[in-house]
């Protein structure tokens, strides 16, 4: 499997199927209540790192939001465009559900810049918060699997590396739905079409975590996706996670 296509695969928010571990006999339950209460933890990391990497993570959302008001606004302009209304081909029908949608996805977008700005002018924007349950790099992997087949996003912001600089796609991807889980409203039909895909191909896959190596501030915890309905064998990656102040963050997936 591509390693885009995992990333999108495992954070997709119409997914469905449970999280299972053969390596963390847990419930998703009793994951849930180990995540504990929020630790602030600002006072006890490098002020210059993690300034940089505050400053880097607003850039990389105002670059997401800048996109999305591009594409939002353009595709309601060119749907409320009159320009297709004199060609013989022009579909009224169609045109009529295109602008519903375009206005729609406009809306989205506005709702979602708003709930950002919100968030990147509060004092809790400019500090650096973990859970206990971050100690673990096996327990940061099944909760973030839990948290994105479950719909639960909230959370997700914690994981992102505080002091991260060098956003490579899986980093992009994972900040895009840990702010703006409603960015998967925003319709686009061949993006559908592939999760689509993949729904169908995964509904009946479970995770298990079968090794973590730890090489100095790096964890690599070897996952696997096991598909129940199929012959074939599981799909193998390695989620990585960099270690700041003796907790885990997200720091990549690669197959």
Known sequence: MKKLLLILLALNLSCKSDINSNANKDSSGSIQ???GKKIDITDQLEKYFLQDGIDQ???ELEDILSKADAKTSNALENAL????RYSYRYDSVKNEKD????????EVFVTMQKNVQNY???AESKKAYVYPLQKSPKDVVLYLFESVTSGKFSDLKYFNDP???????????????????EINLISNRKAHRKFAELMAESKDTSIEVKNVRIEKNKAFVL???VDSSSTEDAKDFVVELVNRNEYWFFDGIKD
């Open 57 to 59: 993570r607003n850039k």
């Open 81 to 84: 465009s009159g320009n297709s």
């Open 120 to 122: 990147l002018a509060s």
């Open 99 to 106: 602008i519903i949608e375009a206005k729609s996805n406009r």
């Open 163 to 181: 002091y991260l600089k060098d956003y490579s796609d899986a980093h992009s991807l994972f900040l895009m739905f840990s702010y703006f889980p």
């Open 33 to 35: 209540k180990s995540l």
């Open 223 to 225: 996952t696997s996706l």
